[in-house]
């Protein structure tokens, strides 16, 4: 297998656990260190801890549930053992104030750690056409 479909297959697990709602694997896709820059936060994550605690807030206070998840337009780019995807993504999301379908941009950035690929980074913006 090629480093770029390992990335891919990384990816897919990552986008495969967050549409399907799997927050252990979700959240063990990415590195304990790993940072996060939301446009629906006002900080920076930086950690997964940090991001899973959010995670939780955002459910117990909004009724937050993530119904589905695809993406589009990926593209894979590779720096030795660091990779860096951006992708279209498109979710359907639930609240107590009804169900939403989001157009986003991502960027991950995955590095190799102890034999696997883990997300080190995770940049989300509105699409444009959003």
């Given at each position: 297998?090629?480093?770029?479909d390992?990335?891919?297959?990384?990816?897919?697990a990552?986008?495969?656990?967050?549409?399907?709602g799997d927050l252990?694997?979700y959240f063990?896709?990415?590195?304990d260190d790993?940072?996060?820059l939301?446009?629906?936060t006002d900080?920076?994550?930086?950690?997964t801890?940090e991001?899973?605690?959010?995670w939780?807030?955002?459910?117990?206070?909004?009724?937050?549930?993530?119904?589905?998840?695809?993406t589009?337009?990926?593209?894979?780019?590779l720096?030795?053992?660091?990779?860096v995807l951006?992708?279209?993504?498109?979710?359907?999301?639930?609240t107590?104030?009804g169900?939403?379908?989001?157009h986003?941009r991502?960027?991950i950035?995955?590095?190799?750690r102890?034999?696997?690929?883990?997300?080190?980074?995770?940049?989300?913006?509105?699409?444009?056409?959003?």
């Amino acid at each position: 297998m090629s480093v770029e479909d390992e990335v891919r297959r990384a990816a897919a697990a990552l986008v495969g656990a967050f549409g399907s709602g799997d927050l252990d694997a979700y959240f063990g896709s990415f590195a304990d260190d790993a940072t996060f820059l939301f446009h629906t936060t006002d900080r920076l994550l930086t950690s997964t801890d940090e991001y899973r605690r959010e995670w939780a807030r955002w459910a117990a206070e909004d009724g937050f549930n993530v119904l589905d998840c695809s993406t589009e337009d990926t593209l894979i780019q590779l720096f030795g053992n660091t990779a860096v995807l951006t992708h279209r993504v498109r979710t359907t999301v639930s609240t107590r104030e009804g169900t939403e379908r989001l157009h986003e941009r991502e960027t991950i950035v995955f590095t190799r750690r102890g034999g696997r690929w883990l997300a080190v980074h995770e940049h989300l913006s509105p699409a444009p056409d959003a």
